[in-house]
Structure formats: C-alpha cells, structure tokens
C-alpha cells in the first residue's frame, strides 16, 4: 500500500521517470504540463483514494498515460493540425531521425506508451499489462501492431 508513501514523495521520487515516459506519448513541450496534470488528478481523488493504491508506480503510470488519452480525445474532437502531435524525446538517440519521428508519430498514444514501456523501460509484457492496466495479450498484440506499422513506415 502507498499509505506510508505521500503524493509528494511520489512525486520526488518517480517525477523524472514519469516526464521521460510523458515525452514520448505527447512530446517534450506538453511532458511536464502531463505530469503535473496526472498528480493533480490523483491529489484531487484526495488521500483516502492514495493510501489504497498497491503499487504507486505503477498507478502514476497509468494515471499519466490516462491524462493523455483524454488530450487526445480533446485534440480529435477539434480538428486535428497540420502540425505533428508527437516529438522525439531529448535524448532520443536514432529517433532524431525524421522518418523514425514521422514513424513514431504516427502510432496511437497506447502503441507509443506499450513500445516505450517495453523497449525503453525494458519491462516484460506482464509488467506492462499491469502499468497500463490491460491484459498482457493486449500488451502483445499492441507491440505487433506498433512493429508492423513501423515496419510499413521505415522500409
């Protein structure tokens, strides 16, 4: 139980974890603004929803991944720019990439944050299951379909 872990520790604790995970579901200008956005979610529940949550981690997780979600949702039902929705994160290495970036891009917001926790965090399929709080075939069948649409994109 979190009951001896406060919203506050949580958020020195895991906050740098937490804003690299944001950067590749919404880019690195709305990552910290996710972030900060999902702690007042979970502070607006107020402590007695917090001193429930088993795994704290792993709940702030998802809590981020379900405060982009709705962006989303909010983004789709404006009309959607021109403008790309995603950016590579900071340090992201190959993704500097253009047409790794447009590949990326171009995935949903769950097959982006299913390949990061499983490439980047290099967790298991049952790990992420639990984080984004699907089933771990959901969990593959969103990594076979992120796989084969980058495949379709890159080559």
Partial sequence: MASD???ED????WADDLVRYATVLVG??????LVADAFASVLARGHDSWVVVQEPRRYLFRTVLNVA?????G???RERREV??????????LLYDPSIQRAVGALSVQQ???????????LRPADVAAILHISEGAVRRQLARARSSLREVLS
């Fill in 84 to 93: 790309p929705q995603w950016h590579p994160p900071v340090d992201g290495g």
């Fill in 5 to 7: 872990l406060t919203i």
């Fill in 112 to 122: 982006r944050a299913t390949i990061y926790l499983a490439y980047w965090e290099d």
């Fill in 75 to 77: 983004r789709r039902r």
């Fill in 28 to 33: 690195p200008s709305d990552a910290a603004d």
């Fill in 69 to 73: 979600r709705m962006r989303e949702r």
């Fill in 10 to 13: 949580a958020y020195r604790k």
